[in-house]
Nanobody
Framework: QVQLVESGGGLVQAGGSLRLSCAASGRTVVNYNIGWFRQAPGKEREFVAAIRRTGLSTNYADSVKGRFTISKDNAKNTVFLQMNSLSPEDTDVYLC??????????????????WGQGTQVTVSS
């Protein structure tokens, strides 16, 4: 079993950047596909980005493609989400999640087993 803790959220102006971190413990991240999701109050959880356990494949939502980059550092057991050109529409709680398999379903939150608590991202105009 793996435990996940997100960090790096905060308040930023439109057009700015943030770098989120998802620190894992208990198990190495090489055993899991890692996904980033975001969720606003009263709305369904939305896929943002995912990285395969091998690190060789990534997926991005169309809304963030070209602006966000997911990566990982196996030595630090941490997955990152670099967010550039932020807009107010990106305001949400961002959560990372781990799944042992199911890369073909990596955009679906139901494919993930372990979840962090989330970190708030607020983009002002």
């Amino acid at each position: 079993q793996v435990q996940l803790v997100e960090s790096g959220g905060g308040l930023v102006q439109a057009g700015g950047s943030l770098r989120l971190s998802c620190a894992a413990s208990g198990r190495t991240v090489v055993n899991y596909n890692i996904g980033w999701f975001r969720q606003a109050p009263g709305k369904e959880r939305e896929f943002v980005a995912a990285i395969r356990r091998t690190g060789l494949s990534t997926n991005y939502a169309d809304s963030v493609k070209g602006r966000f980059t997911i990566s990982k550092d196996n030595a630090k057991n941490t997955v990152f989400l670099q967010m550039n050109s932020l807009s107010p529409e990106d305001t949400d709680v961002y959560l990372c999640a781990a799944g042992p398999s199911g890369w073909d379903s990596s955009t679906n939150y139901r494919a993930y087993v372990f979840w962090g608590q989330g970190t708030q991202v607020t983009v002002s105009s």
